[in-house]
């Protein structure tokens, strides 16, 4: 019964999110958290943990969480669900799309889609930031947004900034300063 429901929580959660993986996080929190599978910082773990795996970051929660709630075979067939959608919807809209090249109703909708993709996004952001920057340490409140506020300037300013690079020198300052 696990498999039938991990799969279709994560088929429903593929179809229907536009924007990437990181709009599919606040999806799977929902669920992971309406179904006990997992608590809050357990999610909050295996999105970390899916930031530093290879791949994107959706696939990597997807499999992460389906192997925490049913072992191996929950993660393929989470990973599966999740991933089955884009790939039904690309092979029917590439043979649409090309009719579809101006119509009005297509760039309507659109342009309906992005705003809610930054709403997800940003929730995502605001859903792992809130458990992992701000916490009941004010001291080390301060020192975390430090570290945060670096990294999101370097990116930003420096566009040349090796992102391995960026990653092993804020492990060595949350080493020296945490």
Known sequence: MIYII???EFFKIGLFTFGGG???LPLMKNIVLKYSWLS???FLDIISISQVTPGPVAINTATFIGNQ????FGGVI???ASTLPSFIVILIVSK????LKDNIFKTLFFKGVKP???ALITYAGFIISKSVIFIDNPIQTLKLFFIFLSVFFSIKFL???NIILLLILSFCVGMVIL
Do not use: D, P
Not at 69 to 72: E, P
Not at 96 to 99: C, P, Q
């Open 69 to 72: 709630v049913a072992g191996i």
């Open 116 to 118: 809610v993709t930054v």
């Open 78 to 80: 989470a990973t599966l």
């Open 159 to 161: 566009k040349r900034i």
């Open 6 to 8: 991990l799969f279709y």
């Open 22 to 24: 990181l709009a599919m």
């Open 40 to 42: 809050e910082q357990q």
């Open 96 to 99: 649409i799309f090309v009719k």
